[in-house]
């Protein structure tokens, strides 16, 4: 079975400071992985995704995401918050049988204060 | 390229009428559409897996009666919520799966339909 968790529901940074968004997740075999960011009223969109290949993702909007297999995480990582980054953060699991379904974790919030 | 559209972006109906969504896959053919369900402050709960041409796949705890999923091109996946009550007041999120060589295998998410009964 697949699983993900997000450990924090909320996340507050200031404008300009490194941010961090926390994702563990439990597969059997080989994860694939990946974030999404919604804001408000609006679906999901894609920011990045690791299937194999090099432990640092990067994906859009200067966002990067560090796969850790030890650790089995994979944290959302942005070298500069902007304002503009508040939303809510989905990171996602694939499951690897049958239909290929995507499960999703709880969700963070992320605030980036002015 | 890859973009999924829904309508009705938002609904508001009364109590015991019926409610469709259209979801649509514009670029790409998608053979398998997902539905999403989220509450406010919470993550997605997949509904259920339509195959174009086939039944949907409901997940446990959904009523297929209730919500019934049409998949009937590669393009187009429909969900009727059926006599809707209150507590069917949700996001609804719909999903295609791209089986084009460019974005093979890749989801892609609606903006999502904000349904309110009164």
């Known amino acids: 079975a697949q699983s993900v968790a997000q450990p924090e529901d909320q996340v507050n940074v200031a404008e300009g400071n490194p941010l961090t968004v926390k994702c563990t997740y439990s597969?059997?075999?080989?994860?694939?992985l990946f974030w999404y960011v919604q804001y408000p009223n609006r679906g999901l969109q894609f920011l990045l995704k690791?299937?194999?290949?090099?432990?640092l993702v990067k994906g859009s909007y200067g966002f990067e995401a560090e796969f850790n297999k030890s650790q089995t995480s994979f944290h959302l990582k942005k070298p500069s918050a902007l304002v503009s980054d508040s939303a809510l953060y989905f990171c996602?699991?694939?499951?690897?049988?049958?239909?290929?379904?995507?499960?999703f974790g709880t969700g963070t919030r992320l605030t980036v204060i002015p | 390229g890859a973009v999924v559209s829904q309508h009705p972006s938002r609904v508001i109906c009364k109590s015991g009428t019926s409610v469709k969504i259209e979801c649509r896959s514009l670029?790409?053919?998608?053979?398998?559409m997902f539905w999403y369900r989220q509450f406010p402050k919470q993550s997605l709960m997949l509904m259920a897996t339509s195959n174009e041409g086939s039944k949907a796949t409901y997940e446990q705890g959904v009523e297929k009666d209730k919500f019934l999923i049409n998949h009937a091109s590669l393009t187009l996946s429909t969900l009727t919520v059926t006599s809707a009550h209150p507590e069917d007041s949700s996001f609804y999120i719909c999903s295609a799966r791209s089986m084009t060589s460019e974005y093979y295998n890749e989801q892609f998410f609606g903006p999502g339909t904000r349904l309110t009964v009164l």
């Open positions: 690791y299937i194999t290949g090099d432990n």
């Open positions: 670029d790409f053919q998608a053979t398998t």
């Open positions: 597969v059997s075999g080989n994860p694939y």
């Open positions: 996602a699991v694939r499951d690897q049988t049958g239909a290929n379904n995507l499960f």
